[in-house]
């Protein structure tokens, strides 16, 4: 029980002295992780709003299988890029296995599903008066999304917040298609695995401590976003 | 109003087509970083630390970005095979001798050979310090001991587990070459009885972990010697069998024949076997554990 004690003062430490391979592994899943949380923003919103506005056969289903693939277990994405991004595999010329432009793929691949489900269930909650007051007003297709993006902000807000959390916290995939290579794609959450396997119990509570302590900052600032 | 959705897919589609070439060619920017090399290692050579050692003059030595990725032996050979690794170190004899004679190794220069070998040292069997299974201070050979921990597993199960690395690494591939020279079935007799009388454990684990977890079952467990001296601070495993020709643990790198860079994986071999080197990694741990982790490369032992 020591451990976590020990892992809160070592964290602190850590972090005052800007120890340079905690800043470096800090520093790589941040820029992943938001990277692929902002571009998988910027193709989920638009696509969820279209999907929820737009009444076709088996939106039903598409909408049940979204959801079922919020359930997706990380190390199978990881896999599943892995074979894809292999030298010997389909998209290998490509080089990028080993690199963070994969780990960034994989965590855009995760959060999509998230992302999707949750903007779509945002905008369910405008009411529908709001969108037909818009229409007879005149507001073309892109208008009445752009409206009812900015009505739904603060549950669109929170369902990317989400996405990022989760993005940040994945330790499979990033294992997997990254390698945990020092210098190159380790991450904090692949450290933490790593040294919890060599027994470093205290460093490894330490920096699941920073990831959070990261998080926490991150969440204030989009708070006060969301509060605009 | 139907139009307009079609449309916005298609931004969408747009948008994301743009994400992924960006995503791909910022993090492609090789044109001004240096050469980089990808070695898949074995675990127990990356928990020793010896890797995280030789890793900065090697680099410094050939101006290279040398990426070091630990997985164990199977996998590792997985990736050579699919040349996303230039080079592998591993130490499983077996599964080296299928990789080299499936054609996926490169003989490395001026050395006739495939499969270099560039150091060893011993695995020893470990165990909790009361050894309930009495394999300790007896001379017994490893087989004796297994056989030993099996029948007396079998028959305490509660008091006496045998922990397996459970992973194809070389240590699996080491710990199953002595239960079939006990005159064991792998497959059926120890893991099949095994795990369901309940002293056989599949770990699935790194070697340290595996030790670790040997540690907290104060179970018993095959290990190479060089983790174990560097992990025996923090356990209360001590070892039990140490003497036997079969606990011989050669490490061996191979330059793969699918990799990107055979010029300099090379370099990595003709590095790994210089006398300056060599003299480092006899050094490797003796100030921290008293004794080396590794010993020098011997023609007559390594093969």
């Excluded at chain 1, 949750?118 to 007003?137: M, P, R, W, Y």
């Excluded at chain 1, 396997?197 to 900052?217: D, P, R, S």
Aim: net charge negative.
């Amino acid at each position: 029980m020591t451990e976590i004690w020990e892992g809160l003062t070592r964290a602190v430490g850590l972090l005052i002295s800007f120890d340079p391979e905690v800043l470096e592994i800090a520093g790589r899943s941040l820029r992943i992780s938001g990277t692929a949380c902002l571009l998988a923003s910027l193709i989920c919103l638009p696509l969820g709003s279209s999907i929820h506005f737009h009444h076709f056969r088996g939106k039903r289903v598409l909408i049940n299988i979204i959801q079922t693939l919020f359930s997706v277990p990380t190390v199978v994405i990881g896999l599943f890029l892995l074979v894809l991004f292999s030298r010997a595999g389909p998209l290998g010329e490509l080089g990028i296995l080993f690199t963070p432009a994969a780990m960034v793929i994989g965590q855009m691949i995760l959060i999509t599903p998230l992302l999707l489900g949750l903007t779509i269930s945002a905008l369910s909650g405008v009411s529908k008066e709001t969108v037909d007051t818009a229409t007879s007003l005149g507001a073309s297709g892109f208008q009445t999304i752009w409206l009812v993006l900015r009505e739904a902000r603060y549950a669109v807000l929170a369902a990317v917040i989400m996405g990022f959390g989760r993005a940040i916290s994945e330790v499979g995939c990033a294992l997997m298609v990254g390698g945990n290579i020092k210098g190159a794609t380790r991450i904090i959450t692949t450290a933490i695995s790593l040294e919890a396997g060599k027994g470093e119990l205290e460093l490894a509570i330490a920096l699941g401590i920073i990831l959070l302590f990261l998080a926490l900052v991150i969440n204030i600032v989009l708070n006060r976003l969301q509060q605009r | 109003m139907k139009g307009d959705w079609l449309k916005i897919a298609l931004v969408v589609l747009v948008v994301a087509v743009i994400a992924l070439v960006l995503v791909m060619v910022l993090g492609r920017s090789g044109q001004t970083e240096p050469e980089v090399l990808r070695v898949a290692t074995t675990t127990s050579l990356d928990d020793t630390g010896l890797w995280d050692y030789l890793e900065d003059i090697f680099e410094e030595r050939y101006d290279v970005d040398l990426q070091i990725t630990a997985k164990g032996t199977g996998m590792a050979l997985e990736l050579g095979m699919n040349g996303d690794v230039d080079a592998v170190t591993v130490h499983d004899p077996a599964q080296e001798a299928t990789f080299v004679a499936n054609g996926y190794g490169v003989e490395a220069e001026g050395f006739n050979a495939t499969r270099i070998p560039w150091a060893y040292n011993y695995f020893i069997i470990v165990g909790p310090e009361d050894d309930p299974a009495r394999i300790g201070g007896r001379n017994l050979t490893p087989e004796e001991a297994f056989q030993r921990m099996q029948q007396v597993g079998e028959d305490v199960p509660e008091a006496v587990k045998f922990i397996s690395r459970g992973d194809n690494s070389g240590t699996h591939g080491k710990e199953k070459a002595i239960w079939a020279s006990a005159g064991y079935n792998y497959t059926t007799g120890i893991v099949g009885n095994g795990t369901a009388d309940g002293w056989y454990v599949e770990a699935g684990t790194g070697m340290g972990a595996t030790l670790v977890m040997a540690d907290e079952l104060m179970a018993y467990t095959l290990t190479d010697k060089g983790t174990f001296l560097a992990y025996q601070g923090d356990l209360d495993l001590v070892p039990l069998v140490d003497t036997g020709d079969i606990l011989l643990n050669v490490y061996r790198v191979i330059i793969c024949k699918n990799g990107g860079n055979p010029e300099m994986a090379n370099n990595l071999v003709n590095f790994l076997r210089a006398p300056d080197i060599q003299a480092l990694i006899a050094g490797f741990g003796v100030p921290d554990y008293g004794e080396p982790l590794f010993y020098l490369h011997h023609p007559e032992i390594c093969g």
